[in-house]
């Protein structure tokens, strides 16, 4: 039956979007942000018990940006967000003369969260320089702190990332090959699009239903 009526909303909303598309193609944008916010604000009624155990550790060079509107479109308000452009990290250091810094803190709270959630926009087909920083210094967790390394096997690690002009290939290889080194069950990724292509517009629809199985059970 779940599947029948989500096929059901799902040829419903594309059959309003081609209706709008017909009359006024720049309506379209607004009809599904919308339709997906009611669906939000009927949703937050309910109260989730794991929203506490999510964490999102948010990269980009514009805190106020696509990506952190993708985010809170798809998160409840009283998950933690962490946004990275607030932090003090440096580059990773073969030496380790950075490790008084934000870096190792953050991950002492990311533990304490069963789920991690990476958001990102894509920069020239690949994760922005603030999360593959983020990423980078991983290394000191299979160095300096290998205790933390190993709290992280078992936890979960989903990614949003929000793009303007076509999907990136290979995008999510360095998150899932990264889960699979340290023992995290990589969960996916949502591709959240910003821009005025009315194809990928209706897909935004799949793209937050993914992020959603993963992100309300």
């Known amino acids: 039956m779940h599947i029948i009526a989500r096929n059901i909303y799902i040829r419903n909303t594309k059959m309003t979007v081609k209706k709008?598309?017909?009359?006024?193609?720049?309506?379209?944008?607004?009809?599904?942000?919308?339709?997906?916010?009611?669906?939000?604000?009927?949703?937050?009624?309910?109260?989730?018990?794991?929203?506490?155990?999510?964490?999102?550790?948010?990269g980009s060079s514009n805190s106020s940006g696509k990506t952190k509107e993708a985010v809170s479109s798809l998160v409840n308000k009283k998950t933690t967000i962490i946004d990275l452009q607030t932090l003090n990290i440096s580059?990773?250091?073969?030496?380790?003369?950075?490790?008084?810094?934000d870096y190792l803190p953050l991950i002492e709270k990311s533990l304490e969260h069963d789920l991690i959630i990476l958001a990102t926009p894509v920069y020239w087909y690949s994760m922005c320089a603030q999360m593959k920083t983020f990423i980078?210094?991983?290394?000191?967790?299979?160095?300096?702190?290998?205790?933390?390394?190993?709290?992280?096997?078992?936890?979960?690690?989903?990614?949003?990332?929000?793009?303007?002009?076509?999907?990136?290939?290979?995008?999510?290889?360095?998150?899932?090959?990264?889960?699979e080194y340290l023992g995290i069950k990589y969960e996916g990724c949502s591709f959240i699009y910003g821009g005025n292509d009315i194809e990928l517009i209706k897909n935004n629809v799949f793209e937050i239903e993914k992020a959603k199985r993963v992100i309300e059970n």
């Open 20 to 58: 709008r598309l017909k009359k006024d193609p720049t309506e379209l944008s607004h009809a599904l942000k919308a339709n997906l916010l009611r669906r939000k604000n009927s949703k937050s009624k309910e109260i989730n018990p794991n929203f506490s155990n999510q964490i999102v550790i948010l």
């Open 91 to 101: 580059y990773y250091d073969y030496a380790n003369k950075n490790s008084n810094d």
């Open 136 to 179: 980078d210094r991983i290394s000191d967790l299979t160095s300096i702190r290998k205790d933390l390394g190993r709290k992280l096997r078992g936890k979960k690690l989903f990614v949003i990332a929000s793009f303007d002009t076509s999907l990136p290939k290979s995008f999510e290889a360095p998150f899932s090959q990264t889960c």
